[in-house]
């Protein structure tokens, strides 16, 4: 059975030591964009890991472009941060004074002095602040020398992809790409959304963004097959569906590459074993079969690193599925005010009588998510929260894809004490679009 479907088996620990042994190892671009995120520490354990392997370390140029394009703004948004922290100190001093103020300690308490301990916070907080500057002094700036990007330039010395030959090249992925993305054969079509819309314009050629990752994936199996590798192993922070295979049972855990990418890798590359590791993932194991000292805090520094952008990803993602509810309640209901609230209910519509009712919006991408927001407390939750008019509320589930929605209508069929719609959130050329999937016995959204 193995040799016949060796893309459905794990490999074995024999076969781990052989790809670590004599793997390719290729990079993402957000695995470098990620080492101005971290720690120096962390930043410097994973260069040296990669490191290690130098001689057999290969950057697609789609990687390097993307690395190039972004570069700056993950600058920006790291230098950012000094002034996030310093509006936060600065508002510590008077909401403290305020609250304690209203306490009229020094009428009504014999010991306790509140000027004393705001003086104290406050010297603490400008010490602070002065530590802030001169570390700020020492920050990577838009200008200026960059050590992280000359640490990067020579460890990928003579190691990078050439590219795209012509237009007609890309063209040819784009045309490929739109047939794989309505399949939703990976990897990309995660990223067939509107943010992801628009071209790069580099060297005469058109790179359209939401092609990216499969523009790289093309690349990086024509590398491999040019150089007859056997073993591949790619690094990447990218934690959408379209790279990874997932466990659901306990929350989301990755297991392994999509299978459908493991066998094209082997049909189109000779690829025996291809396997794909996190930066966390990749560190955590690089001391085993590298050799190379890594401290356990860089690990789990850079898994946070990973999980945060994740997090922010899919808060995008809940925002443009509020959006996306709005225009379709806005289409069914055209002599209704339909208006989007600053609160409790996402959306309010007032019918022609005067009649008010409410849309909650919950954007759901896995099963782990799915069932948390259809256990019961959640509903308790949901029902204590404050509205701004008594109204029938309906609470719109927005599934990420097909499984999910027939998954989401399996629980709530089973009793949901509130309305409810399933929705699937579909990503359309004129940008996304919602489907209604099911519907409880009293969804208010006709």
Known sequence: MRSSFPAFY????????????????????????????????????????????????????????????????????????????????????????????????????STIDPDSLVETISATIAKFNDQL????????????????????????????????????????IYKSGADRYKRRFPPGYEDDVKEKEGFHFVAGLAFERRFGDLILWEELMKEAQSRNAKYLIFITDDNKEDWWTTDESKGTRIISPRRELVEEMRARAGVDYYFQYSSGDFL???????????NPDSVEQVREVTKRSEAVRLRQRGSHAVDTVFDWISQLRPKDVVEMSAGYPDILVMDQHGRPSGFEVQYIWDVAEARRRTAPDFYGLLASRPQTHAMSITVVFVASDLSLAAYLTDLLRTGSPMNYIVGLLLDTAEGPKLSAFSDGPKATFR
């Open 10 to 109: 794990y490999p074995t620990p024999k076969q781990f030591e052989e790809l670590w042994a004599n793997a390719l190892f290729s990079v993402d671009a957000n695995v470098l964009l990620n080492l101005y995120r971290y720690p120096k520490g962390a930043s410097a354990d994973l260069l040296d890991a990669l490191g290690k392997v130098n001689s057999r370390l290969w950057l697609p140029h789609q990687a390097a472009l993307e690395y190039q394009i972004n570069r700056l703004n993950v600058i920006a948004e790291q230098i950012g941060k000094y002034d996030e922290v310093r509006k936060i100190l600065r508002a510590v001093p008077n909401e403290l004074k305020i609250k304690l103020d209203k306490l009229q300690l020094r009428r009504r308490h």
């Open 133 to 172: 500057d001169e570390l700020e002094k020492s920050q990577i700036r838009i200008t200026g020398g960059d050590y992280l990007r000359d640490a990067i330039e020579e460890l990928f010395a003579q190691r990078i992809g050439t590219g795209p030959s012509d237009q007609k090249e890309l063209d040819a």
């Open 284 to 294: 955590k194991y690089a001391p085993e079969y590298l050799g190379t000292a890594v």
